[in-house]
């Protein structure tokens, strides 16, 4: 089964709209974290937010926001008001366990958004 | 003051030669990762390393061998390369200091066995 599934392969989005990438995850640890990467065309892996399974609230960065709902294992990012440089693939992932030094990452099959002017 | 750095940033080889990829961390991180971005983007980890203590080692052929000298470098090493090989190769750290933690990536290795 996979571990994290993004669904959308590709998103076509407005400009100045603002944009849901969807990740639901599986898992049975009771401590894991979530994380949101963005790999632009250049190619490098930028960390944009991070949820742990144990915060109460929602975790914000700027304009993006994770919209964590535990009970439906689904952490999407939320981008307001989307700008052309937010063009790029997504990738949510997950760390399970708390085991210090072994917290690899899974990563899903990633979104590839594009913003239209 | 790059955080995570790699070298090189492009490699293009032969098949069957040696060749080695180094990376460096200005962090103070001790955990450090390599993961594999294959040709549909997908990322899958291969190795992690704490104190300079090999923790993860996924299933990757014995060819490839990673090496810390320290804990801010991790050089990912890969003998008679083959075109499967072919990849983006990514190099991470990461910290986790109470509720909060990051893992940052490198800029990525862009491997190309002809």
């Known amino acids: 089964a996979q571990k994290i599934t993004q669904t959308q392969p590709g998103m076509f989005v407005q400009e100045k709209e603002a944009v849901t990438l969807d990740c639901t995850y599986d898992?049975?640890?009771?401590?894991?974290?979530l994380f949101w990467y963005k790999q632009p065309s250049s190619g490098e892996m930028i960390f944009l937010i991070y949820?742990?399974?144990?915060?109460?609230q929602n975790a914000t960065e700027g304009r993006y926001s994770l919209n964590f709902q535990k009970a439906r294992k689904s952490a999407n990012l939320v981008i307001s008001a989307s700008q052309l440089g937010d063009s790029a693939m997504y990738f949510c992932?997950?760390?399970?366990?708390?085991?210090?030094?072994?917290?690899?990452?899974?990563f899903g099959t990633g979104t590839r958004l594009t913003i239209i002017p | 003051d790059t955080a995570v750095s790699q070298t090189p940033k492009y490699l293009v080889t032969q098949m069957g030669n040696d060749k080695s990829i180094k990376c460096e961390q200005n962090?103070?991180?001790?955990?450090m990762y390599w993961y594999k971005q294959d040709s549909k983007k997908f990322l899958k980890i291969m190795f992690s390393?704490?104190?300079?203590?090999?923790?993860i080692n996924e299933t990757v052929p014995n060819r490839f061998s990673p090496k810390s000298p320290d804990k801010a470098h991790l050089n990912l090493h890969i003998n008679s390369l083959e075109l499967g090989d072919s990849a983006v190769y990514f190099c991470?750290?990461?910290?986790?200091?109470?509720?909060?933690?990051?893992?940052?990536f490198g800029p990525g290795t862009r491997l190309l066995v002809l």
């Open positions: 991470a750290s990461s910290t986790r200091i109470e509720i909060q933690e990051t893992q940052y």
């Open positions: 898992t049975s640890d009771p401590s894991y974290g």
């Open positions: 949820q742990g399974s144990y915060d109460q």
């Open positions: 992932a997950m760390r399970e366990g708390q085991n210090f030094g072994n917290e690899k990452l899974t």
């Open positions: 962090l103070g991180h001790d955990t």
């Open positions: 390393y704490n104190n300079k203590e090999l923790i």
